[in-house]
DNA sequence: TCGTAAATTGAACAATCGTTCATTATGTGA
DNA sequence: TCACATAATGAACGATTGTTCAATTTACGA
């Protein structure tokens, strides 16, 4: 469904080595993966479910993956800096209070929706049992609080009585903590006002931290 | 393993009617559930796991359990109230500016604990796909949300410049949110201090809101 | 002590699971 | 057009799934 562009994109006069074809099949497969996952959850989705939603073989499935674990650890790593990736081409554009804030306000509509709210809760869930997963995600969200701390520094430039450094890295954490969290009590429909919620922890920069 | 309390109930000379002992049955059934869906998930978990964990013959999980589905429903349902009956007994005692810190320090330290947040995070995962269970983890939140602000109100009492009772309420939520972003932090083995957080959140009561 | 009702067991069921592999289809350089 | 390598298929495997139920044990009032 949501991979039209990826289709067209296949349509295109672009020759394909073998690589590429390869990896093509690869990456369908994993994307059909992502959504019997956000449907039914890591377990739950068979291998027959991913083969059916990728239009192939259940054999072909182990041609391109070595086994269900590695289909998963595939969905789980897929969003790796992709963070980073956004927030990059926005500092690109030039940051402005109004651009970093529409940004946030983005992401927070992002995670709320409800496949990629799934695919979150999923990880965060098998994080809780696997210590190895936990390790990666919070690897993503150590990364993701550098590369905001990055722009944020680039954007505030030195501020009043503290370290800029540590007071971009602070903002950061707490500016995708709050992102996170409003991502959670839009998805449940709980009474809140995120664009209201950021631009108050913009103007606020640190309220849980003495520096 | 954890149940040895129970079983020491158990051994007592306490008389017990048949109701008693249908329950307590059950219970033991439901707690095995709850240790065996912390180490694999809701789905991954077999009847089988559950009868062993519990002890018990594999048919008999369906003389108190209609079926699997019934036994996760009252898995999700297990701590409904429980934030609520622990602040009861809080408030009953005489609320503090310490003993309100250290209550919400301590309910951070409950959630991240890792059986506790793998609970919640399969809780979670599985509310992003079924909608009835997102509306009863909703409902958890808001009545938490209420209770936590009825005893603000009555801690606080009136507040300058804005109607006491729905500053309460977003403080409420604003602390509820707190505790669960902290517990993950914790649990993730991010960089954070919750007592700092939270004292800090005490002591700036709106950070979020314009009333 | 007996008899009946409730509690408990585990073998058995069809369905589905992840995985393998012999077979077939497809594409490509000679 | 032929030959060969690679892509793709789906039937089949043993293991495990949730569920049922006839059989057995246990508990307890008469």
Redo the contacts with the bound molecule.
């Keep these: 469904m949501n991979d039209c562009s990826l289709n067209n994109a296949k349509g295109m006069k672009l020759r394909k080595t073998?690589q590429n074809l390869?990896d093509s099949?690869a990456q369908d497969i994993l994307e059909a993966a992502l959504r019997c996952f956000v449907r039914t959850g890591f377990s739950a989705?068979?291998?027959?479910?991913i083969a059916t939603e990728a239009g192939?073989?259940?054999?072909?499935l182990?041609?391109y993956f070595d086994?269900?674990?590695a289909i998963v650890a595939a969905a789980i790593g897929a969003d790796s800096g992709e963070f980073g990736q956004r927030l990059g081409s926005l500092v690109a554009d030039g940051l402005t209070g109004e651009t970093l804030l529409a940004f946030l306000e983005q992401e927070v509509a992002l995670r709320s929706e409800a496949s990629m709210f799934a695919l979150t809760a999923e990880i965060v869930a098998e994080a809780a049992r696997n210590p190895a997963i936990a390790a990666l995600v919070r690897q993503n969200i150590e990364a993701a609080e550098m590369d905001l701390a990055e722009a944020l520094l680039a954007f505030y430039g030195p501020r009043e009585k503290t370290d800029p450094r540590q007071l971009a890295m602070n903002q950061a954490s707490h500016l995708l903590g709050l992102v996170d969290l409003l991502a959670m009590r839009v998805f449940l429909g709980l009474n809140v006002n995120p664009r209201e919620a950021l631009e108050l922890a913009l103007e606020n920069p640190n309220p849980y931290r003495i520096n």
């Design positions: 073998n390869k099949r989705a068979s291998m027959r479910d192939v073989s259940l054999g072909l182990y041609r086994d269900k674990a």
